[in-house]
């Protein structure tokens, strides 16, 4: 049986029927640039997630990187961070002339040890930036109240965790900033790039807005620098019909995921995920297994023999990565996420799954242990 990590083609067939004609009359109307359907889009989000304000984006990437710049962060300001994330998360630090400065993870919601971020905290330090890993939050008690303490800003990475809450609120709409990305993989995906940024502030919606436009306001006059961040409208066009749906496919993932829990119960070498105590909705962007002993690769090479799509998100932490050689920092700095790089593997979770292909799945995996 084919079961592939992720197959998109499946929720098209669903959505065929209004996307075409949307796309059609979009064709017709030339409006590319911002416009109805972006400004649709982004009042439909934020009243999804509980924000006051949200901005769509270029990318889940360009939401942090503008979150960063809205907020003045640059050369000589520190930003804490996990190291068990994808690269755009440190990438975007680096990028605004800041440094990443990691802190390990708690190993059971793969998320930010909030436990040990306080000891990481210098005069420079400006920032922090959770990231919401394979759908659930970081534990946003502790990272507020130090915030708080330290006066400093919090920006989410959510771009996995749309529509996750913690104690109720919605990830994206917990800090000072929330970003999330529309990258196809992810809960709610777009035709190609797309992200957003939220936030609860009216200041900082200003100048988020203003800088996605290179900083532009009014026409051809620009007070500060900003890029070229905005969404398409024709991202925003599919992006509004998707999120009607949004509700429905989490649940499916959930559903998915809980049956892969009772799959594994009692399975000797497989841990499955856990939901967080402090997430009080984990949307399962991801389903993250860890293989014990040392098998992975056998549970990796048998679910590709028997057409079954995995992958390991991510082979390499943060810190180890050759282009943060220069940080200085080394194997076994941050134990938890080089033992979760090593350890994790990702099967298939997303919507349209049946639970034929489910139980199939399960069955290769504990087939090969
Ligand atoms: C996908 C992802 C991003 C980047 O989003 P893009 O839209 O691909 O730029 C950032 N952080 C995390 C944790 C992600 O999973």
Not at 127 to 144: F, K, R, S, W
Not at 216 to 225: D, G, I, L, R, T
Request: charged share 20%.
């Amino acid at each position: 049986m084919k079961v592939p990590l992720l197959d998109l083609k499946l929720q098209y067939q669903q959505l065929k029927g209004e996307i075409e004609p949307a796309m059609l009359a979009f064709c017709a109307e030339q409006m590319c640039i911002l416009g109805p359907h972006v400004e649709a889009f982004e009042a439909a989000l934020a009243e999804k997630c509980g924000a006051k304000h949200c901005c769509g984006v270029s990318s889940g990437s360009d939401a942090l990187l503008l979150s960063l710049m809205a907020e003045g962060i640059g050369t000589g300001d520190e930003v804490i961070t996990s190291p068990y994330t994808f690269f755009a998360t440190g990438g975007a630090i680096h990028r605004v002339g800041a440094k990443p400065v990691f802190v390990d993870i708690e190993p059971k919601s793969f998320t930010i040890d909030t436990a040990k971020i306080e000891e990481k905290i210098t005069p420079r330090t400006k920032a922090i930036m959770p990231v919401h890993l394979y759908g659930q939050t970081a534990e946003m008690g502790t990272i507020m109240q130090l915030a708080k303490k330290h006066n400093l800003t919090v920006i989410e990475d959510a771009a996995q965790a749309i529509l996750s809450q913690w104690q109720g609120k919605c990830a994206g709409a917990i800090g000072d900033y929330g970003c999330t990305s529309f990258f196809p993989s992810k809960n709610l995906g777009c035709f190609g790039d797309g992200g957003a940024v939220l936030t609860q502030d009216d200041a900082k919606a200003a100048m988020v807005h203003r800088m996605r436009n290179h900083g532009m306001e009014p026409k051809y006059y620009h007070s500060v620098v900003g890029g070229n961040f905005r969404i398409d409208a024709l991202q925003a066009l599919v992006l509004n019909i998707k999120l009607k749906y949004l509700d429905q496919w989490t649940q499916k993932r959930q559903a998915n995921a809980a049956m892969y829990d009772k799959l594994f119960e009692g399975v000797a070498g497989v841990v499955t995920p856990s939901v967080a105590p402090w997430c009080t909705r984990h949307v399962r962007n991801q389903y993250i297994i860890r293989i014990l002993g040392g098998k992975r690769q056998k549970v990796w090479d048998a679910l590709k023999a028997a057409e079954v799509g995995c992958d390991v998100y991510y082979p390499v932490p943060l810190h180890l990565q050759e282009c943060f050689n220069f940080l200085g920092y080394k194997q076994g700095d941050f134990p938890e996420s080089e033992r979760a790089a090593a350890e994790t593997l990702a099967i298939p979770i997303y919507p349209d799954l049946t639970q034929q292909q489910i139980e199939y799945v399960a069955s290769v995996v504990i087939g090969a242990l």
